[in-house]
Structure formats: structure tokens, C-alpha cells
């Protein structure tokens, strides 16, 4: 059962994962989460770099898909700017908005990959429909107070995978 939230890799950051890498495991769309992936939970608006991540994304025509829990004030004025689709009060794990974005994206689930800082809700949901996740570090070690319980269990959920070799972080190349 602790299966469920094995991502199939880990890096430190969103800006980590390239597109030849996506490619290299048949990835042509990510659905990726905002708070603590993208920008820091408390952060309105896109950085420069989560920008310049999306276009190279893009560029390398691997479709995004902006997804998260939070409201639609919160997701939309993230979003917009980016001319990205996006889905907010996605219930993750809960499948529905996980197949949602899949089929607005014109995917099979093989084609898809999840990116997101949370064992509980990102990655859960993510290996519950059989897609490919990716787990990044949260941006920020300060987090909401609903995500704080779910952090201490997803530190104990990892130490498991790490001392059953079961995961590795991944050193992204930075050349």
C-alpha cells in the first residue's frame, strides 16, 4: 500500500526537469501543482523562472497543465497571465480532476506525468490513475496550516523509501 505514494523520481526543483527527460519516458504533458512547486504557497504571481520553465516546456511541445486544491481567485490569478490551463479545487488525490486534465490535454495516461511537493495529494492521486510522478522539494519549509500535519507524514512515508532503497533523489545536471 505504501506503493501508492512511490513517485517514480524525486529532484530539487520544478526547474530540474527537462524536457528531454520527459521525453526520454514517453511524457507529452504535466500536470503540475502551484503551491510550493511553481512558487511558494504565499506567492501570487509567476516568477521569471517558472515562466521561462513553461515556455521551454512548451517549445519542446510537451503540454501543461496547471492543477491545485486552492480556490479559483488563487489559481486563476496565477494562470491567466501564463495563457496555461489550469484546474483549481482539483481534490486531489480524488481521480476525477487528475483524468480531467488528461483528456483536455488529448493524452493516454501513459503520456502524462505529475509534478507536484506532496506525497498525500499530488503524488497519491497522480499513481492512482497510473501516471508518472515526479515529487519535488517544497519551495518554502513554512507551509499552510492544513498541509503541516500532512508533511510529517509524508517525512516518514520517504525516510521508509529511502532507507528500503526504494527511492533516490535525482542530481539534475546543471553542466
Request: hydrophobic share 40%; net charge neutral.
Amino acid at each position: 500500500m505504501l506503493n501508492l505514494f512511490l513517485p517514480n523520481e524525486q529532484v530539487t526543483k520544478v526547474f530540474d526537469i527537462e524536457p528531454e527527460s520527459l521525453r526520454d519516458n514517453n511524457i507529452k504533458g504535466i500536470i503540475v501543482d502551484v503551491d510550493n512547486t511553481l512558487v511558494p504557497w504565499n506567492v501570487a504571481h509567476a516568477t521569471d523562472e517558472v515562466i521561462t520553465w513553461l515556455e521551454k516546456m512548451k517549445a519542446a511541445n510537451i503540454k501543461v497543465t496547471i492543477f491545485s486544491n486552492n480556490n479559483e481567485e488563487r489559481v486563476t490569478l496565477f494562470a491567466d497571465p501564463l495563457n496555461t490551463p489550469y484546474i483549481y479545487n482539483a481534490r486531489k488525490p480524488l481521480r476525477f480532476a487528475f483524468e480531467r486534465a488528461r483528456k483536455e490535454m488529448n493524452l493516454e495516461k501513459w503520456e502524462v506525468a505529475v509534478v507536484g511537493d506532496q506525497l498525500l495529494t499530488d503524488i497519491l492521486g497522480g499513481n492512482r490513475v497510473g501516471y508518472y510522478t515526479i515529487l519535488v522539494d517544497p519551495l518554502v519549509t513554512n507551509d499552510a496550516a492544513v498541509t503541516t500535519f500532512n508533511r510529517n507524514v509524508e517525512r516518514m512515508i520517504l525516510n521508509h523509501f529511502y532507507r528500503n532503497k526504494k527511492l533516490r533523489r535525482r542530481v539534475a545536471d546543471r553542466g
